[in-house]
């Protein structure tokens, strides 16, 4: 890890910090937190919200923009509206559990 390099002349020596070991993909005493299984209950419920949000937005499009129901063009949201309703729920989404899941 530490490696002398020579730049222009001049020597660095050493980190004068160490860096800490690599931590286990797996950890069974993490299993035995709340943390962990609250972190797992905000994702689970951002998937769902996201998923339920964006299906609804375009299913309500295709059934807007149908001609056998709606000849109005203009009736639906639109692909621009589809694509909002995907970036600000991914936006709240993050936003609301970045702080519980990491």
Do not use: N
């Not at 950890?27 to 951002?46: G, H, V």
């Not at 949000?53 to 056998?68: C, N």
């Not at 639109?78 to 709240?92: D, N, R």
Request: contains cysteine.
């Amino acid at each position: 890890m530490g490696k002398d390099v020579e730049v222009g002349g001049h020597e660095y020596g050493a980190k004068d910090y160490q860096d800490p070991p690599p931590a286990d993909l797996f950890d069974a005493e993490e299993l035995t937190k709340w943390s962990f299984y609250r972190a797992i209950i905000a994702e689970f419920i951002a998937t769902l919200l996201f998923l339920y949000i964006t299906v609804l937005t375009v299913i309500g499009y295709k059934s807007q923009t149908d001609p056998a129901h709606s000849s109005d063009q203009c009736g639906g949201v639109g692909i621009l509206g589809i694509a909002w309703a995907f970036g600000g729920m991914i936006f709240v989404l993050v936003y609301c559990t970045a702080g519980i899941s990491g």
